[in-house]
Structures are given as structure tokens and as C-alpha cells.
């Protein structure tokens, strides 16, 4: 006759105890046991008998008393469940447990840091934290350990739309298109068979896209009286001059260091890191920057930047400056810092270069990587001609 046994309460499993050379096993009935161990420690197992080559079998359900006497029941009696089907409880929670690793595997937020690892390189380091910050802000507090198949417009646009009620529209498309970006990234990848979000951002509202103003070509030689005579530090006009002549962006003039130059070749080397889009841009320098370097060098050579900061020598200056001054000149609206590149663009197609040497004077990409490459190569001797004309068009119209 089979032995009965009472079922445990929960004060005998409180007070339960190890003892030197006992069973330290106190059976509940049907498989459930609770084993003691000498560290104190308490952890409930079940017994069962294999359902195919009826081995008799122990899995673990936790420790007492994070796993109740209740909980311990509830576990037991699904695995009882499974055993009437013929499965076996270790193989099918080891199969829940690597469907829920791959699971978290596949979150938004998981498929996202896959993403940004694949983004390293492809721009810089700068850049692709300032994305990743911003998803960090606005994005993955909400649907961040979402599954990333359940990721849909509906979901995505919560916290877009969040953003946008902030009157920060420019930020909330610009999430959108990185939500976009990670979600086509997850197709290309195999992790999703399409992406259902690719129209998501036409739910939100658009600012009305304002270019860098810059003044007509023939307004260059007012405004070039004006930077003349402007009431700003001569270190900062040479930096405006300096932006002007080689057409690059703001940081990177700001930014520029004296390793980067070959006076002797006349050229500039930005390093990838310090440029937009991640790759080296060699810029050929005109007799006017030159000269200009050549007078900075005497005054700034003995340190690390071109542009140092007033009373912080060992950091640049701001990427801000020429911004600033030509505002304090009155050019708000009219003409600002990034705009002296348009400036220059407006200007080389007014002498019919053509469109590929224009572009690869502002680094502007005209193809893939490789023709970009290439590019730059090839043409360096032509951009060596257009920054010469662009310069002496400036210094013809800077003459009273």
C-alpha cells in the first residue's frame, strides 16, 4: 500500500531545518519536495519519472522564500500537466528559457545597440552619440523592452508624439528617422520581415526646411566691409576669413589643428573623426590661406590649435564663433556661419564648375564611399584651382 503523505504547512517549511545525516527532503505529495542544506539555504525540486525512457528525474523550481509553498504547488502541477502530453519539464524549460534569451535578444532597445555597433565607423563618434543620446531621452523609457516585432506605428508614435506636443517637431522627425533606420537595420538583418513604420513620420508635423541664408554673390564685398570693420577679436575675424577661404563647416575650422597642415604642399588634411560624414577631406589651400596661416603661426603656432580659446588655450575655439560674430554684425537671418559654405557653392556655380568638383570642395558626397574616395583623389589638382579663384575673388572684393 502506497504510503500517504500529509501535505506540508507553511510553518513546517519555515522552520525547517538541516540535520546531520537526515534525508533534509520534506515531501509535499506528488514529485514536490522541499531539500535543506547545510548552508541554511531551502530549495524546492520535483520528481518525476522521464516520460520516454522513464529514468527517474529531479528538476529544481527555486529557492524558499522567494518560491512559495503556493508557487512550489502551481509549478509542480504544470509540470504534472506537461508529463500527461509526454514532455518532459527540464527539456521544456530549457527551451522557455532560450526563447525568452532570444527574446530580450530581439527588444527594441537590444536590436538597437546592434545597430549602433554597425554605425560605428560610419560616422563619428560625436554624431553617433548624439543619436544615441537622444533615444536614450525620448525613446526607450517607452518602448525600449518592447519586443521589436510588436514595434508599429501606433506604439512608435507615443513618445514622438510626446516630443512634438514640446514644440520640439525638428527632434521628434529626427527620432523618427533613426526609429526607422534601427527598424530597417532589424529587416536587413533577418530579424523582421518588413519594416511597418516606414510611413510613420508623415503623423507628424513638419517645420517648413529653412536653408543656411547666406547674401547674394554681390552683396560678398558689403559684407566683407562689414567683417573688416566689424568690433570682434582679431583672432576671430582671421577664423571668419579662414571658414570663408577653405569652405569647410564651422567645427571644423574652429577645430583645426596645426598637425593637420602641409604648408609646404599647401594642403589640409581633417582627420575622419572631426568630419560629418566619417571620412578624411583634404582641402587645398589657396596663397590667401596661406598667408593667413602663416601669420597665425606666429601668434599660435606653439600650440595645439589654430584657434585657441581666449584664457583656455589648450581647447579650441567655440564652433559658435563665427556665428556669433556675424550676428553681432547684424547678419542674423541673413547670412550664418554654416551659410558661408552656400556662399561659396552659389558662387562656383555662377563660373560653371561643374557639379562633382563643387561638391568635393564642401566634402559633400556625390556617390558611395568608394567613388568618394576616389573622387577626392582625382580631383584635388582641380580643387586646387577652384579654392585659388574662389580666394581671389574674396580678396578682389574685399579692395575698397
Known amino acids: 500500500m502506497a504510503r500517504i503523505i500529509q501535505p506540508l504547512t507553511n510553518t513546517q ?3 525547517a531545518k538541516y540535520i546531520q545525516g537526515g534525508t533534509n527532503e520534506l515531501n509535499d505529495g506528488k514529485g514536490l519536495f522541499l531539500q535543506l542544506f547545510p548552508t541554511g539555504a531551502k530549495k524546492w525540486r520535483y520528481r518525476y519519472n522521464h516520460p520516454q525512457t522513464k529514468a527517474r528525474t529531479k528538476i529544481t523550481i527555486g529557492s524558499y522564500p522567494a518560491v ?11 509540470f504534472q500537466a506537461l508529463l500527461a502530453q509526454q514532455i518532459d519539464p527540464q527539456l521544456h524549460k530549457t527551451q522557455q528559457e532560450q526563447e525568452e534569451k532570444l527574446a530580450n535578444s530581439r527588444t527594441f532597445r537590444a536590436v538597437a545597440e546592434k545597430w549602433r555597433e554597425k554605425k560605428q565607423g560610419e560616422i563619428t563618434d560625436k554624431t553617433l552619440n548624439k543619436y544615441w543620446r537622444s533615444l536614450e531621452l525620448h525613446i526607450f523609457p517607452f518602448i525600449g523592452e518592447y519586443p521589436i516585432n510588436e514595434i508599429v506605428p501606433t506604439l512608435a508614435l507615443i513618445p514622438l508624439k510626446r516630443v512634438e506636443e514640446r514644440n520640439n517637431i525638428d527632434m521628434a522627425q529626427r527620432l523618427a528617422m533613426y526609429i526607422n533606420e534601427i527598424l530597417n537595420f532589424a529587416v536587413n538583418g533577418g530579424i523582421l520581415s518588413f519594416n511597418p513604420c516606414l510611413k510613420m513620420g508623415k503623423n507628424l508635423k513638419r517645420v517648413k526646411k529653412k536653408n543656411n541664408p547666406h547674401v547674394k554673390t554681390e552683396e560678398i564685398p558689403q559684407l566683407l ?26 567645427g571644423e575650422a574652429s577645430e583645426a589643428e596645426w598637425a593637420e597642415f602641409d604648408l609646404d604642399k599647401k594642403l589640409w588634411t581633417i582627420p575622419a573623426e572631426r568630419m560629418k560624414a566619417g571620412e578624411a577631406h583634404i582641402v587645398p589651400l589657396s596663397s590667401q590661406v596661406i598667408a593667413l596661416l602663416e601669420q597665425l603661426q606666429q601668434i599660435t603656432g606653439r600650440f595645439k590649435y589654430v584657434f585657441p580659446k581666449r584664457g583656455h588655450i589648450h581647447e ?9 560674430a556675424l ?15 552656400g556662399l561659396a557653392r552659389t558662387y562656383l556655380a555662377e563660373q560653371s564648375i561643374t557639379h562633382e568638383h563643387a561638391e568635393a570642395c564642401l566634402a559633400h558626397k556625390t556617390g558611395g564611399n568608394v567613388s568618394l574616395a576616389y573622387n577626392h583623389a582625382t580631383y584635388i589638382e582641380q580643387r586646387k584651382v577652384i579654392m585659388q579663384l574662389w580666394a581671389d575673388f574674396i580678396e578682389q572684393a574685399r579692395k575698397p
Do not use: C, W
Not at 512559495?68 to 504544470?78: H, W
Not at 577664423?239 to 564651422?250: A, I
Open 327 to 341: 550676428e553681432r554684425m547684424g547678419y542674423k537671418e541673413r547670412q550664418t556661419a554654416h551659410g558661408l559654405r
Open 316 to 324: 579650441p575655439m567655440s564652433r559658435d564663433s563665427v556665428r556669433k
Open 13 to 15: 517549511v519555515e522552520k
Open 68 to 78: 512559495s509553498l503556493a508557487q512550489a504547488r502551481v509549478k509542480r502541477d504544470e
Open 225 to 250: 566691409q562689414d567683417i573688416e570693420n566689424a568690433k570682434i577679436q582679431p583672432q576671430t575675424r582671421a577664423l571668419v576669413y579662414f571658414q570663408l577661404l577653405t569652405m569647410v563647416r564651422p
